[in-house]
């Protein structure tokens, strides 16, 4: 009876609101925190576009990583996924000169991958950590083997429009990707079959096997989500530059996307969180690596404070939970 | 007459709505004493305030004769009350005498004492006159073993009086027996008292001394199970005085038609659980298989739904060979599954209600690309009626409802599907009886419609309710078959010990 009397009292009114959407009171209270801290250089409509044009590629991977989060695996791979990807992108950009079948094969490959990830993890029985583990490694030595650990430059000068173009010369169409990607997968993880099956999975996967479902399908769809995804973000990443370099391009961007989806709610035990608490989970950590450059933290801290952040924004929702 | 503990006029509500109102309850020491009501009647709720788990509103607790105040789980220990929850408690990869002493370890210098911890789990058990291993593997013991090493962890903690929480639901009956022995014998050499919890009336009139009755929060009565003229107590009235009107004797099997076999399984094997089973299933059949644990019907009603592979073996469907490697494909060919521990098996603990009920089915909502969720709700607000599910939002938590209403949500979401075959893996696994007999009036209705049931389950007194038609089997051999006219508890008991009818 207690059980059932205090679950009831968490979902209705305010305590289901602080319980879904606490994320919001943490992104509100750090804007202010920003906002007193970097005044008038902070709080201006141009800096807000560089925030999100900053965390566009990381916030488009971070919700393909929301979802496989969600199925309760993981994928380490990503960052250097992207390298691998990009490489293919310029080269054929490069053999063919042309822009749409460059971006029709790197969004084909980009899922391939993703989708023998995930035939792995479910065929094999392999848990994603150790299979994406061994693919970052994998994609990252192949990558530097097959540039000799240079970079690759795009030449379709039209190709760097793609991330480098700014609507009315302000507003940069990244912006118009990650808004794209944000309601795609909010519409998915929501409103299809697909999403509530994601859900199910990660919550119960013995259950949802036993309710009929392919369970190894849903995974394999998850993952395929997470290589749309990437390939996006290594589109958009491999215009902005023009290049991908093998050594260093996409590091740490797993780690980065990992913590925006958790700080969004996403339970890496799996079956929790939404999309629109990984849209906050983006801009938080994209508003702390903005601010602590505005009061000119010094660098080697920078990721010492977003270390603490990140765990203090976790532990607040776990609290709001409880 | 010696009380172990005397609670007085305690009053407990949440948010408002009161789950305790003025109970008194007392245990005489040195008994074994019953506490029964149905789901949410606050029987945990009173013995989580003896433990300490929360707090009273109002009331008084005297343990021994003693006035007490109990506000954590360590002040109850400390007062050598032990609580041994629903859930064993038990850590499958450490050894017996590790989990004996788990949070309690004994030190010598940095290291632990594993002899000294060795020798004291050994006492406890010699105590008790149990064979258990202190250094076997705790993963490697029986279901009742891991209960008594749960039941010896309070011994070692010099417990007096011992609060159980629906400790067999998981054994088999000779476990059971095996359990209450055991309890009876510390009560007798140890002076300990048990607070037994239960839903099973049978264990309660056959093992225990005394049994209290709560009903809504209220208390409705305590009576000894033997009365002074060394009658026993009947279940039916117990069970009356449980929900407030008659029930036990509700005759819930209705004869019905029996069509054509619809299902047709030859030689069927599963290596080391299933040897050569062959049966028919009608349309519009109960067909009930029953055993004791590690007969094997477990592992064939899997493999009937594709959970599990045959090594070899048939199966026809409508006279058509069939083969599913995976549920979904025997859920395609009709077949649905209720499966047993409702817990890990069905339970999606994230979704709502309304998204448990659906997800089986949930090709059916599709509106263009997206889920409709009129069509969901219209769905899910049908089967609420139907089986008469006690949820006033679809859209709470699954995990919010009673054990009731919770598995007649997993029945709904099967029949959103239609089936014709419907397999139920201990359909009333902790259900509380009023739920109960809901849940046979609707497997009744289910076959009267001509869908072809088989029932698993530990549970002659079930079995016995509702089935036409009961294969025994026993170490995986089908060793019997019953007619409804033939159906006896004790030609069931013979039949899944391994004996032979005459």
Known sequence: ?322 | MEYALKMNSINKGFSGVPVLKNVDFSVEKGKIHALLGENGAGKTTLMNILGGVISMDSGSIELFGDPVKISNPAEAQKNRVAFIHQELNVVNDLFVYENMFLGHELHKGATMDASTMIQKTKEVFERMHVEIDPRAMMGDLQASYKQIVEIAKSVLMDAKLIIMDEPTTSLTQPEVENVFSIMRNLIEEHDVTIIFISHKLGEVVEFCDYYTVLRNGEMVGTHPIKSENGELAKQADIARMMVGKSVMDVEVYKPHEIGEVILKASDLCIEKHVDHVSFDLHAGEILGITGLLGDGKDELVRGLFGDMPFASGTIEKNGKVVKYNHPAKAKKAGIGMLPSNRKENAIIKDLTVMQNMTIVTLDQYKNGLSLSRAKESKVALEYKEKLNIKVDNLANLITSLSGGNQQKVVLAKWLTADPDIMILSNPTQGVDVGAKNEIYGIIMELAKAGMGIIVTSGEAQEILKICDRVLVMYHGVLKGELQRSELSEEAIMILSTGGILD
């Open chain 1, 1 to 322: 009876m207690s059980e059932e009397v205090k679950e009831m009292k968490k979902n209705t009114g305010w305590h289901k609101f602080v319980r879904e959407y606490s994320i919001i009171l943490v992104a509100v209270g750090l804007i202010i925190v920003a906002t007193i801290l970097g005044g008038a250089t902070f709080m201006n409509g141009q800096n807000f576009i560089n925030i999100f044009r900053n965390n566009t590629v990381l916030g488009i991977i971070a919700f393909g990583m929301a979802f496989v989060i969600i199925t309760g695996n993981i994928d380490l791979s990503v960052g250097t996924q992207l390298v691998v990807v990009g490489i293919v992108l310029l080269s054929v950009l490069n053999a063919t000169g042309n822009i749409v079948i460059a971006l029709i094969v790197a969004v084909l490959f980009s899922c391939g991958l993703s989708a023998g990830v995930g035939a792995i993890i479910t065929k094999g029985r392999v848990p994603s950590f150790i299979v994406t583990l061994g693919m970052q490694y994998i994609y990252r030595s192949l990558a530097i083997f097959i540039l000799d650990a240079r970079g690759i430059s795009g030449e379709v000068d039209a190709f760097q429009q793609i991330s480098n173009y700014e609507i009315g010369g302000v507003f940069p169409l990244p912006l118009i990707y990650f808004a794209v990607v944000f309601f795609v997968c909010f519409y998915i993880s929501k409103y299809t079959v697909l999403g509530r099956r994601i859900y199910a999975v990660g919550s119960n996967e013995r259950a949802t096997r036993l309710s009929g479902i392919n369970t190894d399908k849903v995974k394999i769809m998850a993952f395929l989500l997470m290589g749309i995804t990437v390939a996006i973000a290594t589109i958009i990443e491999a215009s902005r530059m023009n290049s991908i370099n093998s050594a260093s391009s996409g590091n740490g961007y797993e780690l980065n996307a990992i913590a925006m989806a958790v700080v969004g709610g996403i339970a890496m035990e799996g079956g929790k969180g939404h999309m629109i608490g990984v849209l906050f989970g983006v801009i938080i950590l994209g508003v702390i690596n903005n601010i602590l450059t505005i009061v000119g933290m010094n660098v080697y801290l920078v990721n010492a404070v977003k270390g603490a952040i990140i765990i203090g924004a976790v532990l607040l929702q776990h609290k709001k939970r409880d």
